[in-house]
């Protein structure tokens, strides 16, 4: 399942491809949608924004397509006219003259005004995005010590979208990895020089992954390459400590973490 990193650059992707463009089609499959159609032609998106695993794809006029992928929904960028070959089920083709953006597969999908995305029920429940640049950590220091969270285990605080967005598995495991913390504390147990490190990873990690991951040495002018540490790595010696790093669950996900060096 994609996590923060993969979803914005997803959205990165649909930005360079129609941002800016006057659209020239526009069709959804849903036919509450259909009577939108019309009025969005000779408008242009203005960004695609990431709030978790939703999109919103703000248009010139205001409205915004609101959709979540679930675990079946995928976004396809394709040259103007073309009609991919695949079995998957088109609900969203928005064309500009050169490029065209699909969705497949997804099932909600919707279009809002800002005021209803406002009070959109599951965009009301989650928390600030990781990769929003204005999120500090001097922010989510003041979160993890909030009532709402302080007293949970990191291993599922970190899993939950209404503390932050953007956070998936991956990241739960190499941020505390990253940190040198074992999974069952929780915030309010933690030393001040803890809870500022774990402040700091759960921003830095994700964006290193954003900015590196799946990209070559020679291509990062600066700074380190996001690395998996433990993901995926049961068996191997810990870089830190030589341990064996360790594969078991917890919150019902893979969880792989260092015993020797995570305290
Ligand atoms: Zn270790």
């Known amino acids: 399942m994609p996590e923060g990193p993969e979803i914005r650059r997803a959205a990165d992707n649909l930005e360079a491809a129609i941002q800016g463009k006057p659209l020239t089609s526009v069709w959804f499959a849903f036919p509450a949608l259909q009577p939108f159609q019309a009025g969005l032609i000779g408008q242009h998106v203005v960004r695609v924004q990431t709030c978790g695993k939703a999109l919103l794809t703000h248009f010139s006029g205001g409205l915004v397509l ?127 020089e803890q809870c500022e490190a774990l402040s700091q990873a759960l921003l830095a990690i994700p964006r290193l992954s954003y900015q590196t991951r799946g990209r070559a040495q020679e291509n990062i002018h600066h700074g380190a390459l996001f690395r998996f540490r433990v993901f995926h790595r049961t068996g191997e010696p810990c870089e830190r400590c030589g341990h064996l790093i360790e594969k078991t669950t917890r919150t019902s996900r893979p969880f792989y973490w260092c015993p020797g060096c995570q305290k």
């Open 66 to 192: 609101y959709s979540h992928n679930q675990l079946y929904g995928v976004w396809r960028v394709v040259k103007a006219g073309a009609e991919p070959k695949t079995t998957r089920i088109l609900r969203v083709r928005l064309e500009s003259a050169d490029k065209a953006i699909l969705l497949y597969s997804a099932s909600e999908i919707a279009i809002l005004t800002a005021e209803q995305v406002a009070q959109h029920p599951f965009l009301t429940r989650i928390g600030p995005d990781v990769l929003d640049n204005t999120l500090t950590a001097a922010d989510v220091k003041q979160r993890l010590l909030n009532p709402r969270f302080r007293r949970r285990q990191l291993d599922a605080l970190l899993l939950d979208q209404s503390f932050l967005a953007g956070l998936g598995n991956y990241l739960r495991v190499e941020i505390l990895w990253e940190t040198g913390l074992a999974p069952h504390h929780k915030p309010q147990a933690l030393s001040d």
